[in-house]
């Protein structure tokens, strides 16, 4: 799970909460029948934010996405202030981001930083807080150069009204962690983590869905590491906070049992992997569409636990299906596609369809040679996949010469 991007925690809300506000959002005050329905008055355009911020804290972005969009419409119809309007346009770019509509987000994001920077003084912190979402989204699009430059100035933002240690910085933190992670710097990653634990020990309780989002994070490190170990045991904690606030099978707890499943893939316990990712695309196809990049990136792992079982024609199936998502979701040049044509093309260089494999290591390699230092495990992984590829070719040949 991300962290929480907006300066209001929304998913931190509890969710008898949010059941209970939504309520009194929504219920007429007056008497019922006709004559409440003529004189209530009509919804403003905050109020319509409010309800789709409710769902959108426990991440339902298709109910959350009309209020969004209504609200927007509504400011803009009724020449709202550029305050009003600002925060239309970040809490949808808030609710694109979640739904994995990037290009929309980022669009919607720009727009309400341009509106801030005209209301706002040039270091208010309420521009440290839409930057982080506008880093969120650039991260989502393997676009790292300008997630680190929104996050550097963010950081610097804060920095100019908090000190270093101020608990306000740990979310801060946390995000430069993760965008270190993304890029391959591990031990500067755990480096932040590490502050950012340090801070929020001081603020919330154990079981707080902020330090739940901060054991994934470190989870997720660790599971790039191959400490299998250590990754089980922090995103078992962490999915027992989060399933005594969201329930047993929310969509949100899907990024929590993607690293559960990795794990358990890598450990050899497929009938494990399998089951939890089935629970994944169950969830978030439920929440939020199939064609959400979390349902792509559970597809992808899917296919590689499969062929492991050597279920190919399963494998492929998922394999060539979270191509397609990811391509139309995060875009044809994202990492996250690369990742997932790599994936496919070690599933054809297990079937000997070697000649099927060679383009799609090419422009997955590519792709991430254009992102990434060429130490990157990313581009590492796919450099394996690549001499697997020679391997066969090579001997493919020999066979041919001898015969």
Not at 191 to 205: G, H, N, R, S, V
Not at 236 to 244: D, N, S, T, V, W
Request: aromatic share 6%; glycine share 4%; hydrophobic share 40%.
């Amino acid at each position: 799970m991300k962290a929480d991007k907006s300066p209001h925690n929304r998913r931190g809300l509890n969710v008898k909460i949010i059941v209970f506000t939504l309520i009194i959002l929504i219920a007429p005050t007056n008497t019922s029948g006709a004559k409440a329905r003529r004189s209530r008055a009509p919804l403003s355009s905050s109020s319509l934010r409010a309800m789709a911020r409710i769902y959108m804290a426990t991440g339902d972005y298709a109910k959350a996405q009309p209020l969004a969009e209504q609200a927007l419409a509504l400011a803009q119809q009724t020449h709202a202030s550029d305050k009003e309007l600002a925060m239309c346009l970040i809490d949808l770019a808030y609710l694109y981001n979640g739904q994995g509509q990037l290009e929309n987000a980022s669009e919607m994001c720009t727009l309400g930083l341009k509106l801030q920077e005209k209301i706002y003084y040039n270091k208010h912190p309420f521009l440290a807080y839409t930057l982080r979402t506008l880093s969120d989204i650039y991260q989502g699009q393997g676009k790292y150069d300008q997630a680190n430059a929104a996050l550097d100035r963010a950081i610097d933002i804060m920095l100019d009204s908090h000190l270093p240690d101020d608990k306000a910085m740990a979310q801060f933190y946390i995000d430069r962690g993760e965008l270190l992670a993304a890029q391959g710097h591990f031990d500067q990653a755990q480096d932040y983590y590490t502050q950012a634990e340090d801070l929020i020990t001081e603020i919330y309780k154990q079981n707080h869905l902020f330090n739940a989002n901060l054991m994934l994070k470190q989870a997720q490190l660790y599971l790039a590491r191959e400490r299998y170990s250590l990754a089980d045991q922090l995103a078992g904690r962490a999915l027992e906070i989060q399933q005594k606030v969201y329930g047993q099978q929310h969509s949100l707890l899907a990024p929590t049992w993607l690293v559960l499943a990795d794990s358990a893939n890598a450990q050899g316990r497929y009938t494990e992997a399998e089951q939890l990712l089935h629970t994944i695309l169950d969830s978030v196809k439920q929440k939020q569409g199939e064609t959400h990049p979390l349902a792509a990136e559970a597809l992808s792992a899917l296919g590689m636990v499969y062929m492991a079982d050597g279920k190919y024609t399963e494998a492929e199936q998922s394999c060539t299906r979270a191509v397609e998502v990811l391509e139309i979701s995060v875009g044809p040049d994202s990492d996250q596609t690369a990742m997932a044509i790599n994936n496919l093309a070690r599933l054809y260089i297990h079937q000997g369809k070697l000649h099927q494999a060679k383009p799609l290591c090419d422009r997955a390699l590519a792709t991430l040679q254009s992102m990434f230092e060429k130490n990157h495990p990313s581009v590492t992984e796919v450099r394996k996949t690549i001499s697997q590829l020679q391997y066969k070719l090579s001997a493919v040949t020999e066979v041919a010469r001898v015969d």
